[in-house]
């Protein structure tokens, strides 16, 4: 599975992103993150600068399943597992990043390493896998 251009360009016109979890007895946990960016083909960055249940989520069920769509309803949704990132240049860069936008102090960056995708878009192909 390969994040298509096309894709990327659609979920970065997104202003939040659904982000679930959940805990070791599959408890779900769904919250809205801003700070939701394509890091490579395979790979989605997440900030946490607030998370508290996620966060405790990723670390003893890395499974994690996001949504995210434009304004047009033009969408997808990924699953894969994450991972919690505090020091490096990731992390460094992902502060960088959300200092430029606002007066916030990150706690970690959360890489998503993408297994699957699926289209969310109304329409015919709404559930279908992205290869
Ligand atoms: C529109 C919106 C965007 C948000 N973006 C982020 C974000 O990028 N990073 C973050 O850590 N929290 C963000 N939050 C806050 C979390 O969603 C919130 O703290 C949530 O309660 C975390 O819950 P948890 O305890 O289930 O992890 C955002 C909240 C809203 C309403």
Do not use: E, H, R
């Given at each position: 599975m390969k994040i298509s251009d096309e894709a990327k360009k659609i979920v970065e016109e997104a202003k939040v992103w659904a982000v679930a979890t959940a805990n070791k007895n599959g408890l779900p946990n769904v919250v809205p993150i801003a700070y939701a960016r394509i890091l490579s083909e395979n790979q989605i960055l997440l900030m946490d600068i607030f998370m508290e249940k996620t966060r405790k989520n990723i670390e003893e069920n890395p499974n994690i399943a996001l949504c995210a769509w434009n304004s047009k309803s033009k969408g997808y949704q990924f699953k894969g597992k994450a991972q919690v990132i505090t020091s490096g240049k990731l992390f460094d860069e992902g502060v960088k990043w959300v200092k430029s936008e606002e007066n916030l102090s990150p706690k970690a960056a959360i890489v998503v390493n993408v297994e699957t995708a699926y289209i969310i878009t109304p329409?015919?192909?709404?559930g279908k896998e992205v290869k």
């Open positions: 329409g015919s192909d709404a």
